[in-house]
C-alpha cells in the first residue's frame, strides 16, 4: 500500500456509487462467491471449483475497522497466518466487496474470530445494510482502534503492510499490532464446511 492511501483514496461517498448496491458482504474464499459468465463449461469448472475448495473447512471470521467515525464490518472466510517473525496474517476480499475499500484507506483493522454462537453476527455483518452494527456490542481496539466485537473467541488488531491484487480478489496482508484471546476457554469455534455453518460438535 503506499504511503499516501489515505489521502489519495477517494472519497467515501465516490465509493458507494461505484460499488453499487451488492446484497452481501460476505467474502468466501476464492471462488466460492463470485459471479460466473453463461458459458456451460466455465459454469460447471467453477462449480467443480467451489465444490472442491468447500471441503476444506475454514473459521469464520469478521474484519472490522472505523471509517469516519463509524465502525465497518465484513464476514470473511478467507483468512490465514502468514509469518511469526514478523507477525502477519492476510484476508483476502473481493474486489466487489463494499467494506474493503473503506478498510483500505483506513490502513488499518480488526480480525475477530467468531464462536459458535455467533451464527447472527456472522449473518448480519455478511448483508448489505447500513448499521450492521445494530445491537452488536463492541469495544476498540488497543492500538488502531478498530472495533472488537464481543464474545469473540479472539482478535488481531491490525496495521496493512501490503496489498496484492490476485484475479478477482486482493490479498491483503497485516502486521499485528496486537492480539488476545477470550477468557471463555471452553467455547467452539464457528466454522464454514460445504456452504453451511459448523461448530466441532
Known sequence: MSPDARETWPHPALIDHWLGDA??????RPGEDVPVGDDPAA???????????GT?????????????GEPVGMTCQSFSSVSLDPPLVLF?????????????????????????????????????????????DWRPAEVTGSPVIGGALSHLDCTIQSVHESGDHYVVIGKVEHLE???????????????????TD
Not at 23 to 28: A, I, L, N, Y
Not at 43 to 53: K, T, W
Open 92 to 136: 483476502v476480499p473481493a474486489k466487489s466487496s463494499r467494506a474493503w475499500p473503506l478498510i483500505q484507506r483506513t490502513g488499518r483493522f480488526c480480525v475477530n474470530i467468531l464462536a459458535a454462537d455467533q451464527e447472527s453476527v456472522s449473518n448480519q455483518m455478511a448483508t448489505k445494510g447500513s448499521d450492521k452494527f445494530a445491537g452488536i
Open 23 to 28: 446484497e452481501v458482504d460476505f467474502e468466501f
Open 56 to 68: 476444506f473447512g475454514s473459521g469464520i471470521t469478521v474484519i472490522t475497522t472505523v471509517s469516519n
Open 43 to 53: 459454469q460447471a469448472a467453477a462449480r467443480r471449483f467451489r465444490d472442491v475448495l
Open 181 to 199: 484471546t477470550s477468557e471463555q476457554d471452553q467455547t467452539e469455534p464457528l466454522l464454514y464446511f460445504r456452504g453451511r455453518y459448523r461448530t
